[in-house]
């Protein structure tokens, strides 16, 4: 893309198909090819993968021939962004991704707003890999249903509606940030949500994880560090609980933050 100048957290929607074509026939099931959208931020020399409603986001393999819709959220500090394609090893047809009619909107602050992730464009929220240390990058969160999703277990159904949003940690100790959008409050504003955090060994059925936190951080306005307003630790079960945190006025934005304990699976 051209470079960017952000004011605000920004929304892209692009139309884009992707399929294989094999000379002589019509199609034919592509698996190993991908399509993505990265993105470069403020001071930065890598490309990092955008993270809006789906995982990713990317695609793999044959998509069909019919243009299809998606909506990724950029963060205030990206720069410039590019779609990747890579195609498929096969050698004897034809891999085409193709893009179409995209559309740039900064997002709005919020006053208020309800949120249960059964809409594609998950009300804002993002989550995008970041470069937290030469050594570390961050994980991220995905939106799922039904026994988890993007390969990993998770709850059997969601506290209300039919999606919620996830984060799973693998090995070692990982942090995973959920950021909401822009916040304008009036005065004394509270939150409230359903949560889960539980640790789940393979084979087993669960196993206490002492180290694994989650919290709720709040960046005020005119400020550049974050604060925790609400905090747990360790394997809290996995039955949805019901939360409740009050916000300081000059809150401008909040994030969940998920640090992953040293085993496997911390969710």
Same mark, same amino acid.
């Given at each position: 893309?051209?470079?960017?100048?952000?004011?605000?957290?920004?929304s892209i929607?692009?139309?884009? %198909?992707?399929?294989?074509?094999?000379?002589?026939t019509? /199609?034919?099931?592509?698996t190993?090819?991908?399509?993505?959208?990265?993105?470069?931020?403020?001071?930065?020399t890598?490309?990092?993968?955008?993270?809006?409603?789906e995982?990713?986001?990317?695609?793999?393999?044959?998509q069909?021939?019919?243009?299809?819709?998606?909506l990724?959220?950029?963060?205030?500090?990206?720069?410039?962004i590019?779609?990747?394609?890579?195609?498929?090893?096969?050698?004897?047809?034809?891999?085409?991704?193709?893009?179409?009619?995209?559309?740039?909107?900064?997002?709005?602050?919020?006053?208020?707003?309800?949120?249960?992730?059964?809409? %594609?464009?998950?009300? /804002?929220?993002?989550?995008?890999?970041?470069?937290?240390?030469?050594?570390d990058?961050s994980?991220?969160?995905?939106r799922?249903?039904?026994?988890?999703?993007?390969?990993?277990p998770?709850? /059997?159904?969601? /506290?209300?509606g039919?999606y919620?949003?996830?984060?799973?940690?693998?090995?070692?100790?990982?942090t995973?940030?959920?950021?909401?959008?822009?916040?304008?409050?009036?005065?004394?504003?509270?939150i409230?949500?359903?949560?889960?955090?539980?640790?789940?060994?393979?084979?087993?059925s669960?196993?206490?994880?002492?180290d694994?936190?989650f919290?709720?951080e709040?960046?005020?306005?005119?400020?550049t560090?974050?604060s925790?307003v609400?905090?747990k630790?360790?394997?809290?079960g996995?039955?949805?609980?019901?939360?409740?945190?009050?916000l300081?006025?000059?809150t401008a934005?909040?994030?969940?933050?998920?640090v992953?304990?040293?085993?496997?699976?911390?969710?």
């Amino acid at each position: 893309s051209p470079l960017l100048e952000l004011q605000r957290e920004t929304s892209i929607t692009f139309q884009w %198909m992707m399929y294989y074509r094999q000379p002589g026939t019509s /199609s034919r099931t592509c698996t190993d090819g991908s399509f993505a959208v990265e993105v470069r931020l403020k001071g930065g020399t890598q490309w990092l993968p955008v993270w809006g409603p789906e995982p990713g986001w990317s695609k793999y393999g044959n998509q069909g021939s019919a243009w299809a819709q998606s909506l990724v959220v950029l963060q205030v500090n990206a720069v410039q962004i590019r779609f990747a394609a890579v195609s498929g090893i096969q050698n004897d047809g034809c891999y085409e991704v193709a893009v179409d009619y995209i559309q740039v909107s900064p997002q709005p602050p919020h006053k208020s707003f309800a949120c249960d992730f059964d809409n %594609m464009d998950v009300c /804002s929220w993002t989550t995008q890999k970041e470069v937290l240390s030469p050594e570390d990058e961050s994980l991220v969160w995905f939106r799922a249903r039904d026994n988890g999703g993007n390969g990993f277990p998770g709850p /059997s159904f969601a /506290s209300n509606g039919h999606y919620y949003m996830q984060t799973t940690g693998t090995t070692g100790r990982k942090t995973s940030y959920l950021y909401s959008p822009l916040l304008e409050l009036q005065g004394q504003t509270s939150i409230t949500f359903q949560w889960m955090m539980y640790y789940r060994q393979p084979g087993t059925s669960s196993r206490t994880c002492t180290d694994g936190s989650f919290a709720v951080e709040v960046l005020l306005s005119g400020a550049t560090e974050w604060s925790s307003v609400w905090s747990k630790e360790g394997n809290q079960g996995n039955l949805w609980q019901e939360a409740f945190v009050s916000l300081p006025q000059a809150t401008a934005r909040m994030r969940f933050a998920a640090v992953s304990g040293a085993p496997k699976a911390f969710q």
